[in-house]
């Protein structure tokens, strides 16, 4: 199996699971939050989240363009802008913006695994903003679908603790 063959299958699963949780969640939702612990996302913010954990950093990874100003330096933010609080993350408005939002995502995920190609992804070393070691292109692509993977797990609980009727098999099928 070859780097683009991985990350695609891998990548089709986690955004088909992503989409089907979705399915489950209304605009009524949008604000909920668990109500103990501290720093919780909102479902909106959340969803809003996932909504761009994978494919904007792939092409980031692989265009070098991270959508930031040319001058901007993230060793030079403090570490509280690097990860803000949850209440300060941008949210969704309506599930039906984060299902087109999503799509988007994926297309601009699977765009980039090609645009790669399969040299780059094993042999080309790529950084991060928030991770200066190099690894492999493909790795970090691999990441950041693992990324989405871990949100879509955190929207499962959520979903969970809401008392809809989610389980196991809704965290790996569409």
Known sequence: MTWAELLKSQA??????????????????????????ENWMTVGTLVRHITDACGASCKGFVT?????PEDFDPGKLP???MLPPAEAMPTIDSID???RLLAEDKRTALAMIDQAGEDALANRPASAPWDPREMPLGQRLLQMISHLELHK?????????QGKPVNTMHLWSG
């Open 12 to 37: 089709e699963a986690a955004y088909a699971s992503a989409e089907g949780l979705l399915t489950m969640v209304t605009d009524d939702d949008l604000g909920w939050k668990p109500e103990t612990g």
């Open 64 to 68: 070098g363009d991270w959508g930031m």
């Open 79 to 81: 570490p509280s802008d």
């Open 97 to 99: 913006g984060a299902r």
């Open 153 to 161: 797990a955190q929207l499962f609980y959520y979903l969970k603790l």
